[in-house]
């Protein structure tokens, strides 16, 4: 069966220090990954997503992942954050069916 | 209007109302879905629809009852819930069945309190 494990349940980090987000799936093929951002109220957003080819993927503002097969893992990553990054963050896999971590809640502190 | 509206924003019920959630989708998408949201605890799907056709149940009591007239809407009607029903609910869409070509597109969810 698939699963998605985010290890860390909550982060902080100072403006403009860079993060990355822990994300460990099982699948039995080649995965379906994504990543969304969920804000206070408000409703899950596709940050980015991979399927094939590049193992570095580029999403919307400014976040990026690694896809490592070897390790199970797509970390999502950004060099600097802001103050609005704070939001929670969750890692999917799958295709027909997709199956979402628990996330990882995100503050960010001046 | 673009993206996935839900309606109500927020609904306190009691255990022995009626009450309905609305979900709209301007983006021309083939499959709807239910998740619910709680605390603490990984999103569930509810009910999948695909051109209008339920696909997917997963175990979700009687006492939610999912509607979808056409592909562009999608409804939750809700009767005799209990309060650990309280939580999120959020709807979305994708363009085919299962999101994983394109991914989810969610709508800003109800919160439901029940009480």
């Known amino acids: 069966a698939q699963s998605v494990t985010q290890p860390d349940i909550h982060i902080t980090v100072s403006e403009g220090a860079s993060l990355e987000l822990r994300c460990n799936y099982s699948?039995?093929?080649?995965?379906?990954l994504f990543w969304y951002v969920q804000s206070p109220g408000q409703g899950l957003q596709l940050l980015l997503k991979y399927f094939s080819g590049d193992t570095l993927v580029q999403g919307i503002k400014g976040f990026e992942a690694e896809f490592k097969r070897s390790q199970s893992s797509f970390n999502l990553r950004k060099p600097s954050v802001h103050w609005s990054d704070a939001a929670e963050y969750f890692c999917a896999v799958g295709y027909q069916k997709v199956t979402f971590g628990t996330g990882t809640k995100l503050q960010v502190i001046p | 209007e673009t993206g996935v509206t839900q309606t109500p924003r927020h609904l306190v019920m009691g255990m022995t109302n009626k009450k309905s959630l609305k979900c709209e989708q301007h983006l021309g998408h083939n499959a709807m879905y239910w998740y619910k949201q709680s605390a603490k605890k990984p999103l569930e799907l509810m009910f999948v629809?695909?051109?209008?056709?339920?696909?997917e149940n997963n175990s979700v009591p009687s006492r939610f009852s999912p509607e979808c007239p056409n592909s562009s809407h999608l409804f939750l009607h809700l009767h005799t819930l209990q309060p650990e029903d309280s939580a999120l609910y959020l709807c979305?869409?994708?363009?085919?069945?299962?999101?994983?070509?394109?991914?989810?597109?969610f709508g800003s969810g109800t919160r439901l309190t029940v009480v």
């Open positions: 699948y039995g093929a080649t995965p379906y």
């Open positions: 629809y695909n051109f209008k056709e339920q696909t």
């Open positions: 979305a869409s994708s363009q085919d069945r299962g999101g994983g070509t394109y991914g989810y597109t």
